[in-house]
């Protein structure tokens, strides 16, 4: 009599001690998921903070302070002045006057009135230039002007030299570090905004460089992108969810674009190189180039979203069009497609921003040269974000670190936007059915 009832304690205490593993088992499935998280933050929290730890200082620049005395007998010594004299006159020679009396009890040799001018940046000639296009009154006049100082002056001044090392140990000699204390005593030696990093192309000098060429080149390069991706990528999208018949033709092209999804993407800055620069004869480094060629890349991600977004919309859309006597055509363009919209422009949106964070295969193309003035048209030379940041990264000059570490700043900055711009259109416009 008691043989059934202990088998059915038997079985109660069996599944008692199967539900308490499943449990156990479930708590250390959490529990390694919130360790993965936590994990993942982490390492994004070190990520971040190291990019911001050294962007910081590329956002300031380090000036001193001069009275140039624009010399008539220096700048024209013939008595001439006029555009050409204005670009050939000798301004190294006025910073050298304008340095030498900040030091009038100190006389100095060859060699130690190079170590003084080297204080200086080597464009601060070109500020005076500047300058005095700017306001030709200044002929013959003194003025004080902030002029940059030189790479490892500023680092100095960012407290990147530690001056307790010896000598032979550091960029700046005892003297320098001497002059440098008078002219921070005096005023004369401060820290201020680098906007020379947000209105200069690049340059060999850190504290000459600037993104603003190459972000007019990510501009250029997107704009072809975005104005050749968009139009064939919704189009093939609609017309291979909407028209197409289903046939093996069909069914090849979608394998194949699913496919192209997935390729490398240095693959396509090899077809650009073979077809858009070698057959074709597009301008090598150019925007254009760079732009047909992130297109290619853009628009398996561009078709395959809008593919989704027009299943996304329901059948009864297109019967009750139909029903009504609307054409396939009228069905598509006056229905389905104002609906799925949103989907379509936040899946451009996001392929848009993979064009803006690629290089590979724009290194193929020629967008990694050396490039110093500022692209005026998609035909002109011309290299993007990540190229610059590829370059200066691979700069020995310590100065580019932190420059390095700002673009990548701006550049997540650029991401961030543009994903939280897809995001809000999906959000603010999307209909749940």
Known sequence: MNKPNDRIRRTHEKVKAGLARRRAAEVRFRLYGLASIAAGLCFLFIMFGSIISHAGAAFQQTFIALDVRFDEEVLAPDGRWDDDALLAADYGALLKQSLAALFPDETLDRQQKRALSALLSTGAGYELRQALAAEPELFGKTRRLWLPAGDDVDLYAKGQVDRSLEEGDRRLTDQQLAWLDKLLADGRLEKRFNRTFFTAGDSREPELAGIRGAMTGSMLTLLVTLLLSLPIGMATAVYLEEFAPRNRWTDIIEVNINNLAAVPSIVFGLLGLAVFINFFGLTRS???????????????????????????????????????????????????????????????????????????PLLMVGMVAFIVDIPGSVSQPATVLPVQIYLWADSPERGFVERTSAAILVLLVFLIVMNGTAVYLRKRFERRW
Do not use: N, W
Not at 294 to 323: D, F, N, Q, Y
């Open 286 to 360: 150019s925007p254009l180039v760079g732009g047909v060629v992130l297109t290619l890349m853009t628009l398996p991600v561009i078709i395959i979203a809008g593919r989704s977004a027009l299943k996304s919309v329901p059948p009864s859309i297109r019967e009750a069009a139909l029903g009504i006597g609307a054409s396939q055509m009228q069905t598509v363009f006056h229905h389905v497609l104002p609906l799925a919209m949103p989907g379509m422009l936040t899946g451009a949106i996001i392929g848009m921003a993979r064009a803006l964070g690629e290089s590979a």
